[in-house]
């Protein structure tokens, strides 16, 4: 059979055959670059959203300040009396009042004999009459002292432990205290580590009540922050509706308002740091007159770096949960209506 003629100055229609190996791209590419610019432009627009409004975000931005400030505060003197402490003397002295009939010879024979022990890094002998020359000079009745037919005093031994005293080796102290008790000659065995019990209690109350406190302020926090951004998500719920109807996302749709949580954390944070310095420089000065008349040469703490660094962090998480929340539960109310 023959095949037909093509027309003069027709044109050959090539037809193109999809094989396996043809690649075609059927949605738009994933760009990071483009991805980065849309929420950087999206915390901008936040941005210039609470500047429309500098009233109402200001006195937001205040009360979160005040909120984080107070436990913030608390933390810096809290960190200042860990600091005083750790500069105190963290030698121990258990002393012993031996009998006062006992001889000085059985005396001494038991400071040797103490001396020897492991857990016994020195014993120090104060006999009677030193005892009576550094109570007069410290009592000021050395006239009515004087005026004793005898020296009413005993003999004191004082045993330094081999260990400083802290929270961790209070109960060895105490069981060697207790252990030197038992000894014929000792009449009363004194540990002067009451004031580690005293202050161990008074910084874990200090600790705790932080911590509570700061519980209740982060939960204050949360509910200013959600509060605020609920009154931004009904004042925009025309916006909303607009934005569901041509098919966004509930992601989208919550962007601009988690980044106005986050500006109110990091504005809130940054104000309660400047407020937290600027109370310490205010209660330096007379704080530093009484270190000089113990002539002491602690320095005060402040708010360093990493500390800040950390407020601004707590406080932006702090935000963003909080729009988080709100924004949820209002998104999806408007969806149901």
């Given amino acids: 059979m023959s095949q037909k003629p093509e027309p003069r100055g027709a044109t050959r229609q090539s037809t193109s055959v999809v094989t396996p190996n043809t690649k075609t791209r059927l949605s738009t590419p994933f760009h990071f670059s483009s991805y980065l610019r849309d929420h950087q432009s999206t915390l901008l627009e936040s941005l210039m959203r609470l500047m429309q409004d500098p009233l109402a975000s200001i006195m937001t931005v205040m009360v979160i300040a005040i909120a984080l400030s107070l436990p913030g505060g608390l933390y810096v003197g809290l960190k200042n009396v860990q600091s005083i402490t750790d500069q105190w003397d963290k030698q121990s002295i258990i002393s012993l009042y031996l009998f006062a009939d006992l001889e000085d010879t059985k005396a001494l024979s038991l400071s040797h004999q103490l001396s020897s022990r492991n857990d016994v ?17 410290s009592s000021g009745y050395e006239q009515i002292l004087s005026a004793l037919p005898e020296n009413p005093l005993p003999i004191v031994l004082q045993v ?18 207790n252990d030197l008790a038992n000894f014929s000659e000792v009449e009363y065995a004194e540990l002067d580590a009451q004031w ?50 041509v098919g966004a996302t509930d ?30 420089l205010w209660v ?12 002491s ?25 909080g729009a988080w929340v709100a924004v949820n539960r209002h998104i999806s109310d408007i969806e149901l209506q």
């Fill in 196 to 245: 580690l019990h005293r202050l161990a209690s008074v910084l874990s109350f200090g600790q705790r009540f932080i911590y509570a406190l700061s519980a209740l302020l982060v939960g204050a926090v949360l509910l200013i922050v959600g509060n605020t951004i609920r009154m931004a998500v009904e004042s925009r719920r025309d916006e909303v509706l607009v934005m569901k109807l």
């Fill in 297 to 321: 040469d602690f320095s005060l703490q402040y708010f360093n770096a990493d500390e800040v660094v950390l407020c601004l962090t707590m406080s932006a998480i702090i935000g963003v949960v």
């Fill in 284 to 295: 330096s000065t007379p704080a530093e007159r009484i270190i000089a008349l113990y002539q």
């Fill in 251 to 280: 992601s989208f749709i919550r962007r601009p308002f988690l980044y106005m949580g986050f500006w109110f954390g990091v504005l809130g944070g940054m104000l309660a740091s400047i407020t937290i310095l600027c109370v310490s």
């Fill in 160 to 177: 330094i432990p081999a260990y400083d005293v802290s929270v961790d080796t209070l109960p060895r102290l105490e069981s060697l205290r």
């Fill in 121 to 137: 890094l020195n014993v120090m002998y104060v006999s009677k009459e030193e005892g009576m020359r550094y109570f007069e000079q």
